[in-house]
């Protein structure tokens, strides 16, 4: 580890010191504790996220006010919770995704609550650091603020996450407020809601027009305004996202909405290239697909050629 100049401190020559037992022991202790306090840095100067401590939504606006970007994947039980953390996550998202990744429903609206507690338990336990969200579905918030707060407490308790996460602008406003009012901390999620596709009519790119570009640039004021800790922009043109990340105060997490945000966020089987189909703002890193099917289909031939198990 390369101390920082902040850590350094200045001792007096041994031959003038008459320095006690005790004596030293303070320097260490005072050395030990610059050694804690001084915040890593990285070659920028800019201060890092200590990999060790648990994320908060602190953390993650202190990384913003850095110009630290930070990294956001969907998870959707313990084994992808502990494998996206190892490789250096700092958040996952349980996303109402689960329907179409997992359970292979056609949209998110038939996600239950049962479904979203399920999945956020199973994360939680797999995570060590790591911020959970935790998607409230379809249903469960839109009627009114208490029938959010309801639900939004039976998922903290009941799971252990750290946020939960509803869509819409404007409209959402005052149950983004009743609930930060009360102390639960809300991602807002506007843009492309893939809750409202049976509206819209297709999982398009939004704010191509002047009234949807304006209007999103009102939903992402009224939502920060509400008290969001942070916000998602789905599919909504760079430019647009760029603009929102400068007059926002809260982090901005971009899938497909361009560089400019302050965070990034895909779906763990679009990343991984399980899917198959991905979305054309979601490309794979890996073709974990091919890899599997192939893996299983050498398995299954050696055990109908009898080389598994082995004799």
Same mark, same amino acid.
């Given at each position: 580890?390369?101390?920082?100049?902040?850590?350094?401190?200045?001792?007096?020559?041994?031959?003038?010191?008459?320095?006690?037992? #005790?004596?030293?022991?303070? *320097?260490?202790?005072?050395?030990?504790? %610059?050694?804690?306090?001084?915040?890593?840095?990285?070659? %920028?100067?800019?201060?890092?996220?200590?990999?060790?401590?648990?994320?908060?939504?602190?953390? $993650?606006? =202190?990384?913003?006010?850095?110009?630290?970007?930070?990294?956001?994947?969907?998870?959707?039980?313990?084994?992808?919770?502990?494998?996206?953390?190892?490789?250096?996550?700092?958040?996952?998202?349980?996303?109402?995704?689960?329907?179409?990744?997992?359970?292979?429903?056609? %949209?998110?609206?038939?996600?239950?609550?049962?479904?979203?507690?399920?999945?956020?338990?199973?994360?939680? =336990?797999?995570?060590? =650091?790591?911020?959970?969200?935790?998607?409230?579905? +379809? #249903?469960?918030?839109?009627?009114?603020?208490?029938?959010? +707060?309801?639900?939004?407490?039976?998922?903290?308790?009941?799971?252990?996450?750290?946020?939960?996460?509803?869509?819409?602008?404007?409209?959402?406003? !005052?149950t983004i407020r009743f609930l930060a009012d009360r102390g639960i901390a809300v991602v807002a999620h506007i843009g492309l809601t893939p809750q409202s596709v049976k509206k819209f009519g297709s999982y398009g790119k939004r704010g191509k027009t002047q009234h949807e570009y304006e209007q999103l640039l009102r939903?992402?004021?009224?939502?920060?305004?509400?008290?969001?800790?942070? $916000?998602? $922009?789905?599919?909504?043109?760079?430019? /647009?996202?760029?603009?929102?990340?400068?007059?926002?105060?809260?982090?901005?997490?971009?899938?497909?909405?361009?560089?400019?945000?302050?965070?990034?966020? /895909?779906?763990?089987? !679009? /990343?991984?290239?399980? %899917?198959?189909?991905?979305?054309? +703002?979601?490309?794979?890193?890996?073709?974990?697909?091919? *890899?599997?099917? !192939?893996?299983?289909?050498?398995w299954a031939d050696d055990v109908r050629g009898r080389r598994f198990p082995e004799p």
């Open positions: 580890m390369k101390i920082q100049p902040a850590m350094l401190l200045i001792l007096p020559p041994k031959a003038n010191t008459g320095t006690t037992i #005790g004596q030293s022991a303070a *320097t260490i202790a005072m050395l030990r504790l %610059s050694l804690k306090t001084v915040p890593a840095r990285g070659r %920028s100067g800019k201060v890092m996220m200590n990999k060790h401590k648990p994320v908060t939504a602190a953390t $993650l606006l =202190r990384a913003r006010q850095q110009g630290q970007k930070s990294v956001w994947l969907t998870a959707y039980d313990a084994v992808s919770a502990r494998l996206a953390e190892a490789a250096g996550a700092d958040v996952l998202l349980v996303g109402d995704s689960l329907g179409m990744v997992v359970l292979g429903l056609d %949209s998110t609206l038939p996600v239950t609550l049962e479904h979203m507690i399920h999945h956020t338990r199973a994360v939680v =336990r797999g995570r060590t =650091r790591a911020w959970v969200v935790c998607d409230l579905p +379809f #249903g469960s918030y839109q009627r009114s603020p208490a029938q959010a +707060f309801d639900t939004s407490v039976q998922v903290l308790q009941q799971t252990g996450c750290d946020a939960v996460k509803i869509e819409g602008g404007e409209p959402m406003a !005052d939903d992402a004021q009224a939502v920060t305004g509400a008290g969001a800790v942070a $916000l998602v $922009l789905e599919n909504i043109p760079a430019d /647009l996202a760029a603009a929102i990340t400068s007059t926002v105060s809260i982090p901005t997490v971009g899938i497909g909405a361009g560089p400019d945000c302050d965070a990034q966020v /895909l779906v763990w089987h !679009d /990343l991984l290239g399980i %899917s198959g189909d991905n979305p054309p +703002f979601a490309p794979a890193y890996a073709n974990l697909r091919e *890899t599997i099917i !192939d893996t299983i289909r050498r």
